[in-house]
């Protein structure tokens, strides 16, 4: 991807103004900085995120942050996207190997709390338990 389109992208998704220098953009937010490098043929790369407060300590091997493999990988770990699914929703499992793996594929369930990282309790009305933790890749809202 062309560095303007990558500064184009994390400007609009997270509302920030990303810094240029001759080699790396840079920006923060939510307590986390990231940034990424320019290469010679002016694509954007090496994109890095960590917290703000965070620095190396190359004498004792620790080198802060974390990689990550492209743009909306950045500015979804800087900024979560919200959640698929409310609280109270009524969902049913979709009929994937992983849901039946699990035993939910076509269940249809509660979602009762809502996690920040697109995970979910839910109350199955099959089962009468609660599991925790389904990835909202594996479920679908009643009636879609």
């Not at 849901?99 to 697109?118: F, H, M, P, Y």
Request: aromatic residues 12%; charged residues 25%.
């Amino acid at each position: 991807m062309k560095v303007e389109s990558a500064i184009k992208k994390i400007e609009k998704s997270l509302g920030i103004v990303v810094h240029r220098d001759n080699r790396s953009c840079f920006f923060s937010k939510n307590g986390y900085a990231g940034r990424f490098l320019i290469s010679h043929y002016g694509d954007a790369q090496s994109f890095q995120y960590r917290r703000e407060n965070d620095h190396s300590e190359p004498m004792e091997g620790y080198y802060e942050g974390f990689s990550v493999n492209n743009v909306m990988q950045l500015i979804n770990a800087i900024q979560p996207p919200p959640p698929k699914f409310a609280e109270g929703d009524l969902i049913q499992g979709k009929n994937n190997k992983r849901a039946q793996r699990e035993g939910v594929a076509n269940c249809t369930g509660l979602v009762i709390k809502v996690w920040s990282d697109g995970q979910y309790d839910i109350l199955w009305n099959d089962t009468g338990t609660i599991n925790s933790y389904y990835h909202e890749r594996d479920l679908k809202l009643i009636g879609e």
